[in-house]
């Protein structure tokens, strides 16, 4: 059973630029989550999802940041006309049920370099 | 400052010592889960302890929860080399499916 998988792995961008973040959560998980991490900083939250919806983006950006997850395919993160300080390494997390109760596993992350 | 906080934020140790590290919270959680991370790496996950719960063990690891002080605490025991990383915990407050994550204690296992 394959574990959440994210890719790219890395990802340079120039600003300006957009950036594609996908993230395939494991067999059988249907809550999808997105978690940002800054250098020497712990994970901060940034968006929920279950399948098609969004259930909380109260850590998203207003601007710029969005989110999905369809009912076929990856979670997409997607961050338009970047900037050096969206530089950061990028985390999808799944869980089969509600995640009050069940453990979030995550993915290995994206690490997004901004020039 | 946020809700789970790690303490100390470094620690460094021979390999064979016991290395503890504590969490504290703000607000009434259900869960509180521990996760290492390796330098540059994904999260993994440890332990996952509830709130009616006051330990757990898994392996070399051993954490408890008192809720009462709103802290939590990972011990390892017989540390190795290879338990250097960052360990982080993360809680949920009740009500709520967000869990908020420390800034992490960095642990170094010295051969």
């Known amino acids: 059973n394959a574990g959440v998988m994210q890719n790219p792995r890395h990802l340079v961008r120039r600003r300006g630029q957009e950036a594609r973040l996908r993230c395939s959560p494991m067999?059988?998980?249907?809550?999808v989550y997105w978690y940002r991490q800054l250098p020497e900083e712990g994970l901060k939250f940034m968006v929920y999802?279950?399948?098609?919806?969004?259930?909380?983006e109260s850590g998203m950006p207003k601007e710029r940041f969005s989110a999905e997850f369809p009912k076929e395919g990856p979670s997409i993160l997607r961050i338009q006309q970047v900037v050096r300080g969206d530089s950061a390494a990028y985390f999808c997390?799944?869980?089969?049920?509600?995640?009050?109760?069940?453990?979030?596993?995550f993915g290995p992350g994206t690490r997004l370099t901004v020039l | 400052s946020q809700q789970g906080e790690e303490d100390p934020q470094a620690l460094s140790i021979q390999e064979g010592e016991n290395a503890t590290m504590n969490c504290s919270y703000k607000?009434?959680?259900?869960?509180l889960q521990w996760y290492r991370q390796n330098s540059g790496r994904g999260l993994v996950h440890l332990i996952l302890?509830?709130?009616?719960?006051r330990e757990k063990h898994s392996g070399r690891l051993r954490v408890t929860l008192d809720t009462s002080k709103k802290s939590s605490s990972l011990l390892i025991t017989a540390s190795r080399a290879a338990d250097t990383a960052s360990y982080f915990c993360?809680?949920?407050?009740?009500?709520?499916?967000?869990?908020?994550f420390g800034t992490g204690t960095r642990l170094k296992v010295l051969a």
């Open positions: 997390a799944s869980s089969p049920g509600h995640p009050s109760t069940d453990t979030q596993y």
């Open positions: 607000t009434s959680i259900n869960n």
């Open positions: 999802l279950q399948k098609e919806n969004i259930i909380d």
């Open positions: 067999k059988g998980h249907s809550h």
């Open positions: 993360a809680t949920d407050r009740s009500g709520t499916y967000k869990y908020i």
């Open positions: 302890i509830r709130s009616n719960e």
